[in-house]
């Protein structure tokens, strides 16, 4: 039998993965063979999505993961018995630099304490730690590579970004004292998200396709040459459950690892639009510059060299429109 938890499990992707394990029905973890999935927790403080909450299979803590105390999480109703931890509770980066105190707490403390309740279970179990690409960046003193490979080390220039990177150190530190066995993997943007915006600087890399899919104007706030590196729902995914699945000595090692990387630039995700739903799509995008946005988003590296999720298995989606269509499929029944 086999225990999951998921922080951030009524988000986007704690729910998506959520869904697919329940489907599946059982989880590998580290590579000791399929068992059953007896229990899933899932923990947000927000509201998880009806048709989780309902299968027997699954608890749900609403609550603050970083005002949860201890006994809570590791006792009777959280993560005891867990066999595998997917901490993707986070404050996105808009929202973390608008907001230092909320990003501290919902990234860094947080993460704290999640990791010292996974300690305190005393059963080594697995934690799969949803970091970004926003780990990287460019400074004066440090400017990006062309291409940004698994070496390249991280240099934030946002607070969510420096986060990501302290709970990457952290995990590893955990990892090292044999505390648990902690995976980092390192989202690309996903898109397209269903859904409605959210708080992501990012979150218009989605809106542009979402939006005029669905009929409605949509705001892009970068220049159209910007490059960006991108994944899918289904690819980013995967990358979560290949950490978990993974056994020690195929994921590598303590560092993160940097996920496939579809680069390409905004004027590309729009031509890929246009060819698959027409021109009428990408003209209800209205180009209104926005320089904060822009200097987050074209702050990270678009290029990337993955070895490592490659030697993994994982692989890049192999084109937008593709990407399209799978989000087509996804929202039009
Ligand atoms: N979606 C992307 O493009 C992307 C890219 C890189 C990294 N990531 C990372 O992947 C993870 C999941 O992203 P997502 O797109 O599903 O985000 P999301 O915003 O949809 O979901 C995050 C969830 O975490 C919950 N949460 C936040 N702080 C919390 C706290 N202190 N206590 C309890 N719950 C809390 C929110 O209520 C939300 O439901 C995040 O860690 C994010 O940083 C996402």
């Not at 004066?140 to 934030?156: K, M, Q, R, W, Y």
Request: proline share 6%.
């Amino acid at each position: 039998m086999v225990n999951v938890v998921v922080t951030g499990g009524a988000g986007f992707l704690g729910s998506r993965l959520a869904r697919e394990l329940l489907a599946a029905g059982s989880l590998e973890v580290a590579g000791r063979g399929a068992r059953p999935l007896s229990r899933m927790v899932l923990i947000d403080r927000a509201p998880v999505a009806a048709d989780l909450a309902a299968d027997e299979r699954v608890a749900v803590i609403c609550g603050d993961l970083s005002e949860l105390p201890g006994p809570v999480l590791t006792g009777r109703d959280a993560l005891a018995g867990a066999d595998v931890v997917f901490h993707l509770a986070a404050a996105v980066s808009a929202e973390c630099e608008a907001d230092f105190d909320l990003g501290m707490a919902a990234n860094l403390r947080a993460t704290e304490s999640l990791l010292a309740s996974c300690r305190a279970l005393g059963t080594n179990p697995v934690v799969v730690f949803a970091s970004s690409v926003a780990v990287f960046g460019a400074s004066g003193e440090h400017p990006l590579p062309a291409i940004v490979s698994d070496h390249t080390a991280p240099n934030p220039q946002s607070s969510y970004g420096a986060q990501k990177v302290i709970g990457e150190q952290l995990l590893a530190d955990y990892t090292r004292k044999g505390f648990l066995r902690g995976r980092a993997v390192r989202l690309m943007t996903v898109s397209v998200r269903p859904g409605r915006p959210n708080a992501a600087a990012s979150s218009f890399l989605s809106g542009i396709i979402r939006e005029p899919l669905a009929g409605e104007r949509a705001i892009c706030p970068v220049d159209a040459r910007t490059e960006v590196a991108i994944m899918s729902p289904a690819r980013a995914i995967d990358g979560l459950l290949c950490a978990a699945t993974s056994t020690d000595q195929a994921w590598g090692g303590r560092s993160a690892v940097n996920l496939p990387a579809l680069t390409l630039t905004v004027a590309d995700m729009v031509t890929a639009l246009e060819r698959v739903a027409g021109p009428e799509a990408s003209a209800l995008i209205d180009w209104v510059p926005d320089p904060a946005v822009a200097a987050i988003v074209t702050g990270w590296p678009a290029r990337f060299r993955t070895d490592r999720a490659a030697r993994l298995g994982l692989v890049p989606d192999p084109d937008f429109d593709s990407v399209i269509n799978m989000h087509l499929a996804e929202t039009q029944h």
